[in-house]
């Protein structure tokens, strides 16, 4: 499984999990059981699966002030499953360049999102992206 594809899986997780209210790790092992027995990307899954359970507040208030006047109860499930998975890449995880983690994002959001879901994430992926490099200066 190419990261692209455990990006896919991990965006439906946290969908489930979302409108399931259930991120505990029970819930986690019955998707995986179900859907990702065979992963080649574990330890990708695990780090950041990690990242969005530890710092989901974080997240998800990055995630609110770079949306303007969108509160998250009014973002579609997906676009903001697809946005935790790319803000905890961007805030979290060094290695992972931020156009990758962005482009991906916008590709997933494009494929499971509606019409306006690519450019809904890229505007506040990109606000994101700004203020982190904007804070490391």
């Not at 991990?10 to 790790?25: H, I, K, P, V």
């Not at 019955?30 to 899954?45: K, V």
């Not at 998800?60 to 969108?70: L, N, P, Y």
Request: a negative charge; proline letters at 1%; aromatic letters at 8%.
């Amino acid at each position: 499984m190419r990261r692209s594809e455990a990006r896919k899986h991990l965006m439906q997780m946290l969908f489930e999990m979302e409108t399931q209210g259930d991120y505990s790790q029970k819930a986690r092992d019955r998707y995986e059981a179900n859907f990702m027995e065979t992963s080649g990307q574990r330890e990708y899954l695990d780090r950041v699966y990690g990242a969005v359970c530890a710092h989901l507040q974080e997240i998800d208030e990055t995630i609110e002030k770079a949306s303007d006047r969108w509160k998250l109860s009014r973002m579609a499930k997906v676009d903001l499953a697809v946005l935790r998975i790319a803000a905890a890449e961007l805030l979290y995880m060094d290695d992972i360049p931020d156009p990758a983690a962005i482009n991906e994002a916008v590709e997933l959001a494009k494929t499971y999102g509606s019409e306006e879901s690519g450019r809904f994430v890229n505007g506040i992926l990109g606000k994101i992206a700004k203020r982190k490099h904007a804070e490391d200066e």
